[in-house]
């Protein structure tokens, strides 16, 4: 095999087709939201083309910052918890039989398959009062009274980590599989205790790949804008919320697209971030 | 004296034994090899011995005391691994000094202790490098300085060479072996290599299908076998099957050998290396001679290579450039077989490959 | 069951909201606007009418119950087209009427998208004379241009009530105050929008007078400081009505407001729940029937809404499809407890649809903040 630039439209021909994907599908769409973010709205109609930008300057307000970190710090939250649970899940997956494994990945790729909707009502009913969890621990003997724990930042908290597991494994399952098993046994031959030797040894080897892992669901529960209706107080709304709000119930398309701009801004510069990371791991 | 004892030592995964009763006394400063075909158990047992994986039956001491289920990391023990295992997030130097960060010691007695154990392993210099920029040869000094960062009781070593040239693993054999009686260090090294076996160890350990079938000197493994396994594992033999007959000879195919301290009866074995054979041409009479066809011949320079037919079972010799007979493959010979070179073996129930 | 889910859809289309079936149905009405732009050649010549009402159970509905009668008895073909939610159908309508095309001749529209759409002249002016049943309808159910003329006729409309769970409350509430009472911590289920709660108008009936109290803007503002009073008894605020019926009927969330025929469909079938009219009366929710000046139909549109508006075809929806009569009841021959089961004789609070046109960022913008907040 010879490896020199492809000449001509014919050898151009295997990236075409992605690229005009990118393009059809990305770019175009994204194109049209920022211009949409700068046209004029209509009161009582819809909007017009324009170049205005008082659909950013009303996002600048103190409430949208409050709602915008709030949406931040959940999604960082949530990307911690996925990861703190998942990588050590995942470091016992790799090393199970593959019969288990399989068996386990179905199970994950099943929740994978349930939609938002239905992991909100499993959540909801969990952790209602009336037939939630609590009434287990009575019957337990552990609670006097059954209690409702939904809707909280708890449950909303479980439920967004729930649905984001099963990809946070599945990102890291190829890092975890392919690490040196025998890292952490020489950790451990070198006086560290299996405890020890994760932390000092696998997590760190692992370190470009979990910070990787974190932005990839931080980015997903950035998006996540129908569990934080169900299993969310009104101050647990995410920024997400509040663009379906404009989109789909007010018709304000400047402003929601104005919203998802920024939303879209932070989500490519934490991706930036990733891949600058990943970058650094090429060249150690 | 320390040392290390290990009685019995038994694993099983589900049905399969992977080790079967490994007894063995290890003195204290002792270079071991474990020797045996791949899946024999080898690294099994020294997996055991390093607390990595905990035995199913048995018990492991180290002078005198019981250390059957202590924790791997309570042990002190180093260990190479095959794959070294290098720390990819850590320097050279880090790596070295990994058990001795865990241990609390600080910063400048981490640096002190990883430059001498580089200098140690002829590496200085590298400390700050890190691993992914050392060159193979490199690596393996490494992961040897960091497992010897703790002046361990023992030094354990899984395959440590398998991933070296032929050259360099040549050099690192030496090396090894220079270190390991500088430090007086007893030393346990898994090997399928029984050239690297034969070359660094005071004690062969020969094992297969999770059985130790010979524990003893180089020397000594390769004269005088234990049994047929070892005879054809160590180096190139001929096996001969025969039957004691009433007056202290053995009947073999094509005819009948004399021998001293046989079995008063029954079934035997004989081994008898290649290079023992003495091969002489046909028709001189002689003692445990017997008559065959040279079928193959080659010049290995320091020596010829016969291939004789002998009733139908190959017999290979090896004879010295000057003692080569002049027959021409088809032409007939005899080959004589010395009673001193001839081991007399237990029977085989079945034939080892 | 399935007949209270399906339901859901209507509401939820009806009001703006988004239910997941009508989602589905949207993007088939979609597809359906996009075959439309050819000539019709086939419908000039016989007699066809497109009517546009909202996807999933509403048409289901209709087309079950209504559309075949209709063309028995008028000879008129009815191609029944699939309403996407939102304001999207309004737009689709407004951009094929500047082509001179008309997705649909009669549409079902909701009262805020009945305004916008008069806004731009969309609408085709009624003629009375030609709709004799029209002069039946309630006066607030018919939509007029300021000029008088009528842009559109009520086609539907149905009630949001204050709904309890019977075993956490044995007594019904009798007043929508009982949404603020300090007993109530924590047990409320509301609408989570302003454009579908229309929380401002209970608000001002209950303890302001009236509705007339949110013509201003510090009336509004009232209303806005009176409502986050009850912030801390509300559990959820809801979008997913399947997610609020549920907890009713478990008793998870034992109060609030929902919609009163699918609460009594749900008490029918044994759920330990009630639909109550409070004293200042249910909040009555509409849509119209309005044609797109586009439609060279027109005449056929207006023997369309003058058959629905008939007492005998009011009565079949109420009783078919769980929606009050917009005519005075006692043209209907409903019993009593069918009309219970979709209406009441209390008057009712009829939402400011102008408020929701004319200041809707505003209102939300407040709504969100007091609510998130």
């Known amino acids: 095999m010879i490896r020199r630039a492809p000449r001509g439209l014919a050898e151009h021909a295997p990236i075409l087709f992605p690229a005009l994907m990118l393009v059809v599908f990305f770019v175009i769409p994204f194109s049209l939201m920022i211009a949409v973010s700068v046209f004029r709205r209509v009161p009582g109609g819809f909007y017009e083309p324009d170049l205005v930008f008082a659909n950013y300057e009303r996002f600048l307000t103190a409430f949208f910052g409050g709602v915008m970190s709030f949406s931040l710090g959940l999604a960082a939250l949530v990307a911690a918890l996925a990861v703190g649970i998942a990588f050590p899940f995942t470091y016992r997956l790799v090393r199970l039989s593959r019969g288990a494994q399989i068996r386990w990945l179905v199970f994950l790729l099943s929740i994978l398959s349930l939609s938002e909707v239905i992991i909100g009502f499993a959540w909801s009913t969990l952790l209602s009062r009336t037939a939630g969890i609590t009434n287990l621990f009575v019957a337990l003997g552990l609670m006097a009274e059954p209690q409702s724990l939904s809707p909280s930042f708890g449950a909303l908290l479980a439920g967004l980590v729930y649905q984001a597991f099963p990809y946070t494994v599945l990102v890291l399952y190829p890092a975890l599989a392919r690490l040196d098993p025998y890292l952490e046994e020489a950790a451990r031959t070198l006086g560290s205790s299996p405890l020890r030797a994760f932390f000092t040894v696998v997590v760190p080897a692992l370190r470009n790949t979990i910070v990787a892992t974190t932005i990839m669901v931080f980015v997903f529960a950035l998006g996540s804008y129908l569990l934080p209706q169900l299993l969310g107080r009104p101050q647990h709304w995410t920024l997400s919320v509040l663009i379906t709000d404009q989109a789909i119930y007010q018709s304000n398309m400047p402003f929601a697209a104005a919203m998802a701009v920024f939303l879209v801004l932070v989500s490519l510069a934490l991706v930036g971030l990733a891949l600058l990371a990943g970058r650094r791991e090429e060249t150690a | 004296m320390s040392a290390l004892v290990l009685d019995g030592l038994t694993k099983r995964y589900g049905p399969v034994t992977a080790v079967h009763g490994a007894s063995l006394r290890i003195p204290h400063g002792q270079f071991v090899c474990l020797l045996g075909p791949s899946g024999c158990g080898k690294t099994t047992l020294l997996r055991m011995i390093a607390g990595l994986e905990d035995p199913s039956g048995g018990r492991l001491l180290i002078d005198g005391r019981d250390i059957t289920t202590a924790p791997a990391h309570t042990r002190e023990f180093g260990m190479v691994f095959q794959s070294l295992a290098l720390f990819p997030h850590l320097t050279a130097g880090e790596n070295i000094a990994y058990p001795l960060r865990i241990r609390g010691a600080a910063k400048a007695e981490q640096r002190k202790r990883a430059d001498e154990l580089l200098e140690l392993v002829r590496l200085p210099g590298v400390a700050d490098r890190p691993v992914s920029k050392l060159s193979g040869g490199q690596r393996q000094r490494v992961a040897i300085a960091r497992a010897l960062a703790l002046s361990p009781k023992l030094f354990l070593l899984d395959e440590p060479l398998s991933a070296l040239d032929a050259k360099l693993r040549e050099a690192m054999q030496i090396e090894l072996k220079q270190l390991q009686q500088r430090l007086g260090i007893t030393t346990i090294v898994v090997t399928h290599d029984q050239r690297e076996a034969m070359t660094m160890a005071d004690l062969v350990v020969v094992m297969s299908q999770g059985r130790i079938h010979q524990a003893a000197p180089p020397m000594e493994v390769y004269r005088q076998p234990a049994d047929a396994f070892v005879a054809d594992f160590i180096g190139m033999t001929n096996l001969l099957e025969g039957e004691i007959t009433a007056h202290g000879a053995v009947a073999v195919p094509g005819g009948r050998l004399h021998l001293p301290n046989l079995p008063p009866s029954g079934p035997v074995l004989l081994s008898v290396r290649p290079e023992d054979v003495i091969v002489h041409p046909a028709g001189l009479d002689g003692p445990n001679r017997l008559d065959g066809t040279l079928s193959f011949m080659r010049d290995l320079g320091a020596s010829v290579e016969f291939r004789i037919d002998v009733a139908g079972r190959e017999i290979v010799a090896l004879t010295r450039p000057q003692d080569r007979p002049p027959v021409a493959p088809g032409g007939a010979l005899s080959v004589e077989f010395p009673p001193a070179a001839c081991v007399v073996l237990p029977p085989m129930a079945e034939r080892p490959q | ?373």
């Open chain 3, 1 to 373: 069951m399935n007949e209270t889910t399906g339901k859901q859809g209507l509401h939820a289309a009806m009001t703006g909201g988004i239910g997941r079936r009508t989602v589905l149905a949207g993007a088939g009405a979609l597809a359906a606007v996009a075959a439309i732009g050819f000539p019709n050649i086939v419908r000039a010549q016989s007699k066809t009418l497109k009517v546009g009402v909202y996807g999933g159970y509403f048409k289901e509905s209709f087309e079950k119950h209504i559309f075949p009668e209709f063309s028995k008895a008028t000879g008129i073909t009815v191609e029944a087209v699939a309403e996407p939610t939102g304001e999207a159908w309004l737009v689709q309508l407004e951009q094929a009427a500047r082509a001179r095309q008309a997705p649909a001749d009669v549409s079902m529209m909701s009262q805020v998208a009945m305004l916008k759409g008069a806004a731009a002249e969309l609408w085709a002016p009624f003629d009375l004379s030609k709709i004799p049943n029209a002069a039946k309808v309630v006066p607030h159910l018919v939509n007029k241009y300021p000029d008088g003329k009528v842009s559109g006729i009520g086609a539907v409309s149905w009630y949001i009530t204050l709904v309890t769970n019977t075993k956490s409350y044995p007594q019904a509430p009798q007043s929508w105050a009982a949404l603020w009472d300090p007993a109530n911590k924590d047990k409320l289920g509301l609408l989570a929008l302003v454009s579908n709660s229309f929380l401002l108008e209970v608000t001002a009936a209950t303890f302001f007078g009236g509705t007339k109290h949110l013509d201003s803007e510090q009336g509004q503002l009232d209303c806005f400081k009176k409502l986050a009073e009850l912030k801390s008894n509300v559990k959820l605020w809801y979008r997913d009505e399947a997610q609020f019926e549920a907890s009713l009927k478990s008793g998870e969330i034992p109060m609030g407001q929902y919609y009163h025929d699918v609460t009594g469909l749900a008490a029918a079938d044994g759920q330990p729940v009630r639909s109550t009219f409070p004293k200042e009366g249910g909040i009555l929710d509409s849509g119209s029937w309005a044609v797109t000046r586009a439609s060279k139909a027109g005449d056929l549109a207006h023997v369309f809404v003058d058959y629905m508006c008939q007492p005998s075809i009011q009565a079949l929806l109420s009783r078919k499809v769980g929606t009050a009569p917009t005519i005075d009841r006692k043209l209907t021959d409903l019993t009593d407890q069918e009309f219970a089961a979709v209406s009441s004789d209390i008057p009712p609070i009829i939402p400011r649809y102008d408020l929701y046109q004319s200041k809707s960022d505003w209102l939300n913008q407040k709504w969100t903040e007091m609510i998130v907040g």
